[in-house]
């Protein structure tokens, strides 16, 4: 959803816009079509994402992955007036919030029983 709403704030970009919001270099590699990088333009990479195989280390780190994506939306709210731009990322936070829910729920159910990892 954040490609798409960003794909749609630039469509209509003029290049001296774009060159104002600092994307020049963004524009000069992938013209106006995404590539997802983070704030400071490094590429994602899946390399960092892992498993144990444990089932309560596994879900602490989806529990904090939610967190961190929920505070993102948040800095992001924080730096729009866009209602256009607000409302889906709103939804995004809440989704996020919905999403450690359900982790957590699952971490005290496994913290409680005796099931092994495999």
Do not use: C
């Not at 104002?20 to 963004?26: D, E, P, T, V, Y």
């Amino acid at each position: 959803m954040i490609s798409t709403m960003v794909y749609q704030l630039m469509k209509n970009a003029t290049i001296d816009e774009i060159e104002k919001a600092g994307l020049a270099s963004h524009y000069a590699e992938h013209n106006r079509s995404l590539y997802p990088t983070d704030a400071n333009g490094v590429p994602f990479t899946i390399t960092y994402v892992a498993t144990t195989g444990d089932y309560l280390a596994d879900l602490s780190e989806d529990m904090a992955a939610e967190q961190k994506a929920r505070a993102v939306y948040e800095n992001l709210i924080d730096l729009t007036d866009d209602p256009d731009v607000i409302g889906p990322l709103l939804w995004l936070r809440q989704r996020e919030i919905v999403h450690f829910q359900r982790f957590k729920e699952l971490y005290d159910y496994y913290s409680q029983t005796k099931i092994e990892p495999r």
